[in-house]
């Protein structure tokens, strides 16, 4: 069976630090990734996916950016962070575009 | 503009009745739509789905209605249980295209009562 491993579940990080969160999954070949945000009283944001090793797309223009170094693995990160990047991060990934998306368990990121 | 909308943000209701979740949709080209179910710090998990071409999709005590000329969706519960309260996520997306873009309403938090 196919799983997502996603970490940290919690992370507090100065502003202006860097950040790397990581994705991975595992049962299955050439899935497509997300990474989504949600933010408090908002919904879930589709922020990067990725059809393919070295293939991202961005669906929002922020302060972040995706890699995709092995095909089952998806990073998040940011050079310098800000406080507005504040929230909570899932990864996902789905067999197709779009029929059933599975989560990770979330990363809780406080950037003070 | 939020193409999906929850406007309940939430909804308390009494163990053994009926749960109604309600999700509207403003984009016609929207032709998939998904129901999530989320725990506080943990990822969604998949509900139930429906296709534009269905107007209802049943599995166990989860009912989805799709009303197309209406733009409306809703979820039914039945019978509700105390281990439904969590945030429902209503999701939608045009399938066509390769199209990647899963959008979310901004969830209910259902609560149901002992």
């Known amino acids: 069976s196919q799983t997502i491993h996603q970490w940290p579940a919690t992370l507090v990080q100065p502003v202006g630090s860097p950040l790397s969160l990581e994705c991975t999954v595992e049962g299955t070949s050439n899935p497509n990734l997300y990474w989504y945000r949600q933010a408090a009283g908002r919904g879930l944001q589709l922020l990067f996916y990725?059809?393919?090793?070295?293939?991202i797309s961005s669906e929002v223009p922020q302060n972040l950016s995706a890699s995709r170094p092995q095909d089952r693995q998806f990073i998040l990160s940011s050079k310098k962070l800000l406080l507005s990047d504040s929230g909570f991060y899932l990864c996902?990934?789905?067999?197709?575009?779009?029929?059933?998306?599975?989560f990770g368990q979330g990363t809780r990121l406080t950037v003070v | 503009d939020q193409q999906v909308k929850q406007n309940s943000p939430s909804l308390s209701v009494q163990e053994g009745r009926i749960s109604i979740l309600n999700c509207d949709y403003t984009n016609s080209m929207f032709d998939y739509f998904l129901w999530y179910k989320k725990y506080p710090a943990e990822g969604p998990t998949f509900l139930i789905s429906?296709?534009?071409?269905?107007d209802k999709n049943e599995d166990g005590r989860f009912t989805v209605f799709l009303n197309k000329s209406a733009k409306h969706l809703s979820l039914h519960i039945v019978p509700s249980q105390p281990g439904d309260s969590a945030v429902y996520f209503c999701?939608?997306?045009?399938?066509?295209?390769?199209?990647?873009?899963?959008?979310f309403g901004k969830g209910t938090k259902l609560s149901v009562i002992p």
């Open positions: 990725s059809v393919g090793i070295g293939q």
């Open positions: 429906i296709s534009s071409i269905k």
């Open positions: 996902a990934w789905s067999p197709l575009p779009y029929i059933e998306a599975f």
């Open positions: 999701a939608a997306v045009y399938s066509g295209a390769g199209s990647h873009q899963l959008t």
